[in-house]
């Protein structure tokens, strides 16, 4: 088979997501664990962090997760102490999702990760800004 075969795994765009999409996630596991999150649960960290209260819809949005993926994640952050689930007094068919004072406390080690995830990659900064700006348009394509 030659760089001419548009069936060729090396040429596949959905091959090489996939593959860094794995990679980079394994990049996080070792630094999240000491957190008690795995890698889809410091993402709706990430969201919460960013804006808190959030009801449940607004949180799916952001993640782009379905609210049947996204409840289980946020049963385990509950667990775990680091948010609270309870019903929007201005709207009671609304779950407001808002963090606990452990959970607002974590995000100072959070603050860790960005940059030892880039040490790790050994990328240039910008080359990775052009990846994010790039995967931004990807995503928005595929939408």
């Known amino acids: 088979m030659s760089d001419e075969d548009p069936l060729a795994l090396e040429r596949q765009v959905c091959f090489a997501l996939s593959v860094a999409a794995r990679s980079v996630v394994a990049i996080y596991r ?5 957190m008690g999150l795995t890698h889809p649960q410091y993402l709706v960290m990430l969201a919460l962090w960013g804006e808190s209260p ?6 799916s949005e952001l993640l ?17 102490g680091y948010l609270r689930r309870e019903r929007d007094r201005a709207d009671e068919r609304s779950l407001a999702i808002t963090l606990t004072g452990t959970g607002q406390a974590l ?4 603050l860790k990760i960005p940059p030892a995830v880039v040490a790790k990659l050994g990328m240039p900064i910008e080359d990775l800004q052009k ?10 394509a595929a939408s």
């Open 131 to 140: 990846l994010h700006a790039s995967l931004t348009s990807v995503i928005a």
């Open 107 to 110: 995000r100072e080690e959070a």
């Open 54 to 59: 959030l009801t449940v819809r607004r949180l």
């Open 30 to 34: 070792p630094l999240l664990e000491p």
């Open 64 to 80: 782009a997760l379905d609210p049947g993926t996204l409840s289980p994640l946020l049963k385990r952050l509950e667990a775990i």
